[in-house]
Protein backbone atom coordinates (compact mmCIF):
# COMPACT_ATOMS: atom_id res chain seq x y z
CA UNK A 1 0.00 0.00 0.00
CA UNK A 2 1.45 3.54 -0.77
CA UNK A 3 1.84 6.24 1.79
CA UNK A 4 1.96 8.56 -0.96
CA UNK A 5 -0.03 11.29 -0.58
CA UNK A 6 -2.33 12.30 -2.99
CA UNK A 7 -1.64 15.75 -4.76
CA UNK A 8 -3.12 18.37 -4.49
CA UNK A 9 -6.11 19.60 -6.55
CA UNK A 10 -4.98 22.07 -9.19
CA UNK A 11 -8.01 24.35 -8.09
CA UNK A 12 -6.43 24.56 -5.03
CA UNK A 13 -2.55 25.29 -6.71
CA UNK A 14 -3.85 27.46 -9.03
CA UNK A 15 -5.66 29.58 -6.13
CA UNK A 16 -2.20 29.69 -4.49
CA UNK A 17 -0.22 30.62 -7.66
CA UNK A 18 -2.80 33.56 -8.26
CA UNK A 19 -2.66 34.64 -4.41
CA UNK A 20 0.57 35.32 -4.61
CA UNK A 21 1.85 35.99 -8.13
CA UNK A 22 -1.47 38.14 -9.56
CA UNK A 23 -4.00 36.46 -12.73
CA UNK A 24 -2.06 33.34 -14.93
CA UNK A 25 -2.83 33.32 -18.35
CA UNK A 26 -5.52 31.29 -20.05
CA UNK A 27 -2.17 29.30 -22.03
CA UNK A 28 -1.00 28.51 -18.50
CA UNK A 29 -4.18 27.49 -17.05
CA UNK A 30 -4.81 25.08 -20.01
CA UNK A 31 -1.70 23.68 -20.77
CA UNK A 32 -1.05 22.73 -16.60
CA UNK A 33 -4.64 21.34 -16.39
CA UNK A 34 -4.29 19.07 -19.39
CA UNK A 35 -0.99 18.12 -18.37
CA UNK A 36 -2.46 17.12 -14.83
CA UNK A 37 -5.18 15.34 -17.59
CA UNK A 38 -3.22 13.44 -19.58
CA UNK A 39 -0.73 12.35 -17.16
CA UNK A 40 -3.23 10.56 -14.30
CA UNK A 41 -5.50 8.32 -16.60
CA UNK A 42 -6.60 6.61 -19.67
CA UNK A 43 -8.72 9.03 -21.17
CA UNK A 44 -10.17 7.22 -23.82
CA UNK A 45 -13.04 4.97 -25.14
CA UNK A 46 -16.13 4.13 -23.33
CA UNK A 47 -14.44 4.29 -19.88
CA UNK A 48 -13.20 7.48 -20.65
CA UNK A 49 -14.24 10.63 -21.15
CA UNK A 50 -13.46 10.69 -25.16
CA UNK A 51 -13.54 8.23 -28.08
CA UNK A 52 -11.21 9.21 -30.76
CA UNK A 53 -11.98 8.12 -34.86
CA UNK A 54 -9.30 4.57 -34.31
CA UNK A 55 -11.94 3.68 -31.57
CA UNK A 56 -14.66 4.01 -33.43
CA UNK A 57 -13.85 1.75 -36.38
CA UNK A 58 -10.50 -0.02 -37.57
CA UNK A 59 -11.22 1.71 -41.52
CA UNK A 60 -10.37 5.13 -40.05
CA UNK A 61 -6.43 3.78 -39.54
CA UNK A 62 -6.46 1.15 -42.41
CA UNK A 63 -7.12 4.07 -45.01
CA UNK A 64 -4.34 6.27 -43.53
CA UNK A 65 -1.98 3.42 -43.26
CA UNK A 66 -2.62 3.05 -47.26
CA UNK A 67 -2.43 6.27 -47.86
CA UNK A 68 0.98 6.92 -46.01
CA UNK A 69 1.72 3.36 -48.57
CA UNK A 70 0.48 4.89 -51.20
CA UNK A 71 3.26 8.03 -51.25
CA UNK A 72 6.35 5.98 -50.56
CA UNK A 73 5.59 4.15 -53.02
CA UNK A 74 5.34 6.86 -55.12
CA UNK A 75 8.55 7.97 -53.91
CA UNK A 76 10.19 5.01 -54.45
CA UNK A 77 9.98 3.07 -51.31
CA UNK A 78 13.20 4.70 -49.93
CA UNK A 79 14.32 3.08 -46.55
CA UNK A 80 15.04 3.32 -43.99
CA UNK A 81 11.69 4.63 -43.69
CA UNK A 82 9.92 5.97 -40.26
CA UNK A 83 6.46 5.90 -38.66
CA UNK A 84 5.88 8.92 -36.71
CA UNK A 85 2.88 9.00 -34.33
CA UNK A 86 2.22 12.47 -31.89
CA UNK A 87 -0.13 11.48 -29.57
CA UNK A 88 -0.64 7.69 -30.43
CA UNK A 89 -3.81 6.76 -27.96
CA UNK A 90 -3.78 3.58 -26.93
CA UNK A 91 -1.93 2.80 -30.43
CA UNK A 92 -4.99 1.50 -32.44
CA UNK A 93 -4.50 3.61 -34.99
CA UNK A 94 -0.96 2.71 -35.31
CA UNK A 95 -1.75 -1.15 -35.32
CA UNK A 96 -4.49 -0.71 -37.77
CA UNK A 97 -2.33 1.43 -40.34
CA UNK A 98 0.84 -0.25 -40.18
CA UNK A 99 -1.23 -3.40 -40.58
CA UNK A 100 -2.79 -1.95 -43.81
CA UNK A 101 0.56 -0.66 -45.02
CA UNK A 102 2.61 -4.05 -44.58
CA UNK A 103 0.51 -5.84 -47.25
CA UNK A 104 2.31 -3.13 -49.92
CA UNK A 105 5.88 -3.70 -48.03
CA UNK A 106 5.85 -0.89 -45.59
CA UNK A 107 7.09 -1.60 -42.65
CA UNK A 108 8.69 1.60 -41.07
CA UNK A 109 10.49 1.76 -37.86
CA UNK A 110 7.92 2.70 -35.08
CA UNK A 111 8.23 6.29 -33.20
CA UNK A 112 5.63 7.51 -30.38
CA UNK A 113 5.79 11.27 -29.20
CA UNK A 114 3.92 10.10 -25.92
CA UNK A 115 4.22 11.50 -22.28
CA UNK A 116 1.72 9.98 -20.25
CA UNK A 117 2.94 6.62 -18.53
CA UNK A 118 -0.30 5.06 -18.50
CA UNK A 119 -1.01 5.51 -22.43
CA UNK A 120 2.59 4.50 -22.62
CA UNK A 121 1.83 0.93 -21.04
CA UNK A 122 -0.77 0.57 -23.09
CA UNK A 123 0.90 1.55 -26.53
CA UNK A 124 3.53 -1.06 -25.44
CA UNK A 125 1.16 -4.19 -25.92
CA UNK A 126 -0.33 -3.03 -28.72
CA UNK A 127 2.73 -2.07 -30.76
CA UNK A 128 5.22 -3.46 -28.68
CA UNK A 129 8.21 -2.81 -31.36
CA UNK A 130 7.45 0.77 -30.79
CA UNK A 131 10.21 3.40 -30.10
CA UNK A 132 9.13 6.19 -27.60
CA UNK A 133 10.12 9.97 -27.69
CA UNK A 134 9.25 12.90 -25.21
CA UNK A 135 9.08 14.95 -28.53
CA UNK A 136 10.20 15.37 -31.92
CA UNK A 137 14.46 16.53 -31.38
CA UNK A 138 14.72 12.76 -31.00
CA UNK A 139 13.25 10.62 -33.83
CA UNK A 140 16.07 9.91 -35.86
CA UNK A 141 17.18 13.08 -38.35
CA UNK A 142 17.73 10.38 -41.63
CA UNK A 143 15.36 8.49 -43.51
CA UNK A 144 12.02 10.23 -44.59
CA UNK A 145 9.20 10.07 -41.88
CA UNK A 146 5.63 9.51 -42.35
CA UNK A 147 4.12 11.20 -39.76
CA UNK A 148 0.01 10.81 -38.55
CA UNK A 149 -0.68 13.31 -35.95
CA UNK A 150 -5.23 12.58 -34.91
CA UNK A 151 -6.86 14.79 -32.29
CA UNK A 152 -3.11 15.55 -30.95
CA UNK A 153 -3.39 19.52 -31.92
CA UNK A 154 -6.31 20.42 -30.12
CA UNK A 155 -4.96 19.64 -26.94
CA UNK A 156 -2.01 22.08 -26.98
CA UNK A 157 -2.57 25.42 -24.82
CA UNK A 158 -3.85 28.19 -26.55
CA UNK A 159 -3.43 32.13 -26.41
CA UNK A 160 -6.53 34.05 -26.75
CA UNK A 161 -6.38 38.62 -26.94
CA UNK A 162 -9.20 40.14 -26.31
CA UNK A 163 -9.96 43.79 -27.60
CA UNK A 164 -10.52 46.42 -25.21
CA UNK A 165 -11.71 50.22 -24.80
CA UNK A 166 -7.50 50.70 -24.19
CA UNK A 167 -6.45 48.12 -26.79
CA UNK A 168 -5.38 43.81 -27.26
CA UNK A 169 -5.03 42.16 -24.25
CA UNK A 170 -4.02 38.92 -23.30
CA UNK A 171 -7.21 36.86 -21.40
CA UNK A 172 -6.00 35.98 -18.03
CA UNK A 173 -7.54 33.56 -15.28
CA UNK A 174 -8.58 33.92 -11.90
CA UNK A 175 -10.43 32.71 -9.45
CA UNK A 176 -14.10 33.61 -8.38
CA UNK A 177 -16.54 31.70 -5.87
CA UNK A 178 -16.04 28.01 -6.74
CA UNK A 179 -14.57 28.33 -10.17
CA UNK A 180 -12.08 30.38 -12.16
CA UNK A 181 -12.93 33.01 -14.56
CA UNK A 182 -11.21 35.11 -17.55
CA UNK A 183 -10.31 38.98 -17.49
CA UNK A 184 -8.40 40.77 -19.87
CA UNK A 185 -4.84 41.70 -17.99
CA UNK A 186 -3.45 44.96 -17.95
CA UNK A 187 -0.63 44.62 -20.57
CA UNK A 188 -0.70 45.67 -23.70
CA UNK A 189 -0.54 43.13 -26.50
CA UNK A 190 -1.31 44.91 -29.74
CA UNK A 191 2.35 43.87 -30.92
CA UNK A 192 0.78 40.02 -31.07
CA UNK A 193 -2.14 41.00 -32.64
CA UNK A 194 -1.37 40.51 -37.06
CA UNK A 195 -1.31 43.97 -38.76
CA UNK A 196 -4.83 43.00 -40.70
CA UNK A 197 -6.78 41.81 -37.47
CA UNK A 198 -5.66 44.75 -35.07
CA UNK A 199 -8.83 46.77 -36.16
CA UNK A 200 -11.68 45.04 -33.96
CA UNK A 201 -14.71 45.60 -32.21
CA UNK A 202 -14.77 45.78 -28.30
CA UNK A 203 -14.90 42.47 -27.18
CA UNK A 204 -13.37 40.70 -29.88
CA UNK A 205 -11.35 37.37 -28.91
CA UNK A 206 -8.14 36.29 -31.18
CA UNK A 207 -7.23 32.29 -30.45
CA UNK A 208 -3.48 31.23 -31.56
CA UNK A 209 -1.50 28.29 -30.32
CA UNK A 210 2.01 28.97 -30.51
CA UNK A 211 1.97 25.33 -29.95
CA UNK A 212 0.43 23.62 -32.76
CA UNK A 213 2.61 26.51 -34.61
CA UNK A 214 5.77 25.13 -33.35
CA UNK A 215 4.83 21.53 -33.82
CA UNK A 216 3.91 22.10 -37.93
CA UNK A 217 6.97 24.12 -38.21
CA UNK A 218 9.54 21.43 -37.46
CA UNK A 219 7.07 18.75 -38.88
CA UNK A 220 7.59 20.45 -42.04
CA UNK A 221 11.32 21.16 -41.70
CA UNK A 222 11.87 17.52 -41.04
CA UNK A 223 9.82 16.39 -44.37
CA UNK A 224 11.91 18.74 -46.67
CA UNK A 225 14.95 17.71 -45.27
CA UNK A 226 14.65 13.73 -45.00
CA UNK A 227 11.53 13.35 -47.16
CA UNK A 228 8.14 12.06 -46.46
CA UNK A 229 4.59 12.60 -46.16
CA UNK A 230 2.39 14.34 -42.43
CA UNK A 231 -1.38 13.87 -42.03
CA UNK A 232 -2.49 16.18 -39.29
CA UNK A 233 -6.30 15.51 -38.52
CA UNK A 234 -8.22 17.16 -35.89
CA UNK A 235 -11.61 19.10 -35.77
CA UNK A 236 -11.18 23.06 -37.09
CA UNK A 237 -11.57 25.40 -39.72
CA UNK A 238 -9.66 25.80 -42.13
CA UNK A 239 -10.47 30.50 -42.95
CA UNK A 240 -9.45 32.51 -40.26
CA UNK A 241 -12.19 32.82 -37.68
CA UNK A 242 -12.58 35.32 -34.33
CA UNK A 243 -13.63 34.39 -30.81
CA UNK A 244 -13.58 31.57 -28.31
CA UNK A 245 -13.10 27.98 -29.02
CA UNK A 246 -12.00 26.71 -25.63
CA UNK A 247 -14.16 23.54 -24.21
CA UNK A 248 -14.21 20.77 -21.51
CA UNK A 249 -15.27 16.83 -22.26
CA UNK A 250 -15.88 14.69 -19.34
CA UNK A 251 -17.48 11.64 -19.25
CA UNK A 252 -18.27 12.41 -22.78
CA UNK A 253 -20.02 15.24 -22.20
CA UNK A 254 -19.39 19.12 -22.02
CA UNK A 255 -18.37 20.80 -18.89
CA UNK A 256 -17.35 24.14 -18.20
CA UNK A 257 -13.40 24.37 -18.60
CA UNK A 258 -13.15 27.03 -15.74
CA UNK A 259 -14.27 23.97 -12.99
CA UNK A 260 -12.31 21.15 -11.68
CA UNK A 261 -9.36 21.83 -14.16
CA UNK A 262 -6.69 18.86 -14.25
CA UNK A 263 -10.21 16.47 -14.42
CA UNK A 264 -11.61 16.96 -17.42
CA UNK A 265 -9.72 16.91 -21.58
CA UNK A 266 -9.31 20.93 -22.46
CA UNK A 267 -9.38 21.34 -25.93
CA UNK A 268 -9.68 23.93 -28.74
CA UNK A 269 -10.61 24.61 -32.51
CA UNK A 270 -7.24 23.99 -34.62
CA UNK A 271 -6.74 26.79 -37.35
CA UNK A 272 -5.59 25.47 -40.37
CA UNK A 273 -5.82 28.45 -41.99
CA UNK A 274 -2.73 29.20 -40.38
CA UNK A 275 -0.42 26.30 -39.99
CA UNK A 276 -1.17 25.61 -43.79
CA UNK A 277 1.18 28.97 -44.22
CA UNK A 278 3.98 28.12 -41.69
CA UNK A 279 4.64 24.68 -43.64
CA UNK A 280 4.71 26.80 -46.50
CA UNK A 281 7.33 28.93 -45.00
CA UNK A 282 10.24 26.23 -44.67
CA UNK A 283 9.67 25.10 -48.39
CA UNK A 284 7.26 22.71 -47.56
CA UNK A 285 4.81 20.55 -49.51
CA UNK A 286 1.12 21.67 -48.24
CA UNK A 287 -1.61 19.25 -50.25
CA UNK A 288 -4.59 21.22 -49.14
CA UNK A 289 -6.89 20.74 -46.37
CA UNK A 290 -9.87 19.11 -46.66
CA UNK A 291 -12.97 17.59 -44.56
CA UNK A 292 -12.67 14.24 -42.86
CA UNK A 293 -16.13 12.87 -44.77
CA UNK A 294 -14.78 13.67 -47.92
CA UNK A 295 -11.51 12.86 -47.68
CA UNK A 296 -12.50 9.16 -46.22
CA UNK A 297 -14.25 9.21 -49.19
CA UNK A 298 -12.16 9.24 -51.32
CA UNK A 299 -9.90 6.71 -49.77
CA UNK A 300 -12.40 3.89 -50.43
CA UNK A 301 -14.29 4.07 -47.45
CA UNK A 302 -17.82 3.47 -48.30
CA UNK A 303 -16.15 0.02 -50.25
CA UNK A 304 -14.24 -0.85 -46.96
CA UNK A 305 -17.13 -0.55 -45.20
CA UNK A 306 -18.89 -2.97 -48.10
CA UNK A 307 -16.38 -5.43 -47.74
CA UNK A 308 -16.02 -5.79 -44.19
CA UNK A 309 -20.00 -6.13 -43.75
CA UNK A 310 -19.63 -9.25 -46.59
CA UNK A 311 -17.12 -10.48 -44.21
CA UNK A 312 -18.87 -10.31 -41.02
CA UNK A 313 -22.83 -10.07 -41.58
CA UNK A 314 -23.37 -10.07 -37.93
CA UNK A 315 -21.59 -6.68 -37.74
CA UNK A 316 -22.99 -5.22 -40.92
CA UNK A 317 -25.30 -2.35 -39.35
CA UNK A 318 -22.68 -1.50 -36.54
CA UNK A 319 -19.76 -1.37 -39.87
CA UNK A 320 -22.59 1.29 -41.16
CA UNK A 321 -22.84 3.38 -38.29
CA UNK A 322 -19.17 3.65 -37.35
CA UNK A 323 -18.64 4.39 -41.36
CA UNK A 324 -21.54 7.26 -40.96
CA UNK A 325 -20.03 8.74 -37.46
CA UNK A 326 -16.89 9.28 -39.22
CA UNK A 327 -18.21 10.84 -42.87
CA UNK A 328 -21.29 11.73 -41.76
CA UNK A 329 -21.97 15.69 -42.40
CA UNK A 330 -23.59 15.85 -38.90
CA UNK A 331 -20.94 14.05 -37.04
CA UNK A 332 -17.48 13.97 -37.76
CA UNK A 333 -17.38 14.40 -41.61
CA UNK A 334 -17.72 18.00 -41.78
CA UNK A 335 -16.21 19.25 -38.27
CA UNK A 336 -13.08 17.60 -38.83
CA UNK A 337 -10.29 18.11 -41.02
CA UNK A 338 -7.50 16.34 -42.67
CA UNK A 339 -4.62 18.37 -43.59
CA UNK A 340 -1.67 16.81 -45.53
CA UNK A 341 1.95 18.12 -45.89
CA UNK A 342 4.63 16.76 -48.08
CA UNK A 343 8.37 16.69 -49.19
CA UNK A 344 8.50 19.27 -51.98
CA UNK A 345 10.06 16.55 -54.30
CA UNK A 346 7.50 13.47 -53.46
CA UNK A 347 4.13 13.16 -55.28
CA UNK A 348 0.64 12.30 -54.90
CA UNK A 349 -1.92 12.77 -52.22
CA UNK A 350 -4.97 10.81 -52.60
CA UNK A 351 -7.69 13.06 -51.50
CA UNK A 352 -6.65 15.92 -51.66
Not at 186 to 194: C, I
Not at 259 to 277: I, K, R, S
Request: with cysteine; charged share 20%.
Amino acid sequence: MSNAAAPDPLSAIFRRLIANTGPISLMHYMGEANARYYGSKDPLGTGGDFVTAPEISQMFGELIGLWLADMWINAGREEPVHYVELGPGRGTLAADALRAARRYGLEPKVHFVETSQELKDIQLAAIPRAQWHDDLSTVPPYGPILLVANEFLDALPVRQLVMTPDGWRERMVVPEGEKFVCVAGTQPMDAAVPEARRQAEVGTIIETCPGAAATVYEVAGRLVDQGGAALFIDYGHDQVRDGSSLQAVRNHLKVDPFVNPGEADLTAHVDFATLAPIAQSRGCKWLGTVPQGRWLRDLGIEARARTLAETAPQHASAIEAAKERLVGEGQMGLLFKVMGLACPDWHGGVGF
